[in-house]
């Protein structure tokens, strides 16, 4: 019985005449030096943090270069995918505006030519190239009950040898076809296996874009092709998938890099040209403890892409940290081009970190309130207004209800040289201007942040004297800070704070003594931003209402 009988009694409805693909899915006519690559997760649930820096970076690469990139749904080991696994991974590229360019779409639709893009879909492409590996002698099936390879490994573990399926330790390897056939007859489970020709003792060299030359021992391992589903593994799936979509670039998570040696095997059996690789290191954090440890799904809330989207940091500051930590050079390229889009920037494999990036929530926020401070007023409404939309329907209506003055209160400070920061997140800025509402204005006299001035007699008194002789609405700033001083030296507190550190004891304050009764009283807190434009936007109604709340004791 010749391998062709084998291949026909294993495949009967497949052809092995695998030119129909390579026609199918033909050479990509694409400029020279574009990259093809792609985002292949497995629908295992959210999307962590550090695949997103791999699909980030991969379309950042390919859109760079003119390329394509594409989303690949990895499938087939059904134990890990789970219920709407797809469209929670669509959902969460989409939040993060990574849009591609061919792909699955959503559990039933995708686009381009070169789909099916979900790998539970394509079992017939498997299928053919699995038989013609079978027809060539270089695949076979493989009958071991998982009793029997866990035996095996039980008895390399006692001599203290490579675990593995491999040369002597094969039980189906040398089977003869007549044998294999009446035992597929007979009803026997099987999977298909492939038929290393490696040896262990020679090296394979990998040339990674991030790490350089990396050398391993050749694959002699008899690895799964095809489990008993009829469906194939990760290493085989990887392999045909790649080349038929023409992927030039696999960028994936370095726990893949000791699998290359199979790969590379693969790849050369099946006489397809191999893509390049780029391992990217794992994402790290540092923990409570100060121990490094891998960003962990199960700990860390900001390991979940969907944390981003519910706080609402904004997408872009979030995409410039990803390229803060996956090139050490953006950092610098980002403060010497304050203009340029991060789009322009040059991305350089080498500049990768090999040992893994370190996540830094800390440094996400200060790049995002940078980010947000360089935004006009319009754009953080705009922002604010589809955040709350979603996740503070209250607020939404309240700053609907005051569009222009809330897009006021987010312009204070902001057209000036250095904009304030004080925004991390669109889900901060509620906490950072409530006050200025009266709807969310409603504070217990606890509430109220009063420094050094605690007597409510001489608040009374500063904040009477304020509103009946010196405020005035229509005043300019100049006039406005003067009136302050003024009112200083009439009640006894140093309008000039070198005066006042001269001779502390001559006066009952200073002018921020009497700056913060007026601050405070208006909005609660010691610190804000601009006084005089609070006092501009509050206006002298609310003003005066805000100041004359502690007449009533
Ligand atoms: N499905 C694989 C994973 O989730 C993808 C690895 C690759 O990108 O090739 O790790």
Redesign the pocket.
Known sequence: MTNEDLANVIFPNVSSDTSIYEKKYPERNLKEGAIVT?????PTGFVHMG?LR?AFVSQFVSKNSGGVFYLRI?DTDGKRSIENGIEGIIKDLNDFDITIDEGALSETKSIGNYGPYIQSERKSIYQAYAKKLIEEGLAYPCFCTEEEIDSIREKQEHKKTRIGYYGAWTKCRDLSNEERIERIKNGEKYIIRLKSPGNFERKVVLNDLVRGKIEMPENDLDVVLIKSDGLPL?HFA?VIDDHLMRTTH????D??ISSYPIHTQLFKLLRFEEPKYGHLGVVMKVDETGARRKLSKRKDPEAAVSYYHEKGIPIDAVKLYLLTIANSNFESWLSSNPDKSYNEFKFDFKKMSESGSLFDVEKLLNISKNYISKLTAEEVYANLEKFTAIYDKDFNKLIKNYKDYTTNILNIERVQKKPRKDYASYSDIKNHIWYMYDELFKPDKEDYDFQNIKDFNEINKILNLYLNKYYDFNDDKDTWFNKIKDMCDELGYASNMKDYKENPSNYKGNITDITTVIRVSLTTKAMTPDLYEIMKLLGPEKVSERFLIFNVD
């Open positions: 792609r985002f292949a997760p497995s695949s791999t990895e990760y990887h696999v960028l994936r998570g726990e893949w």
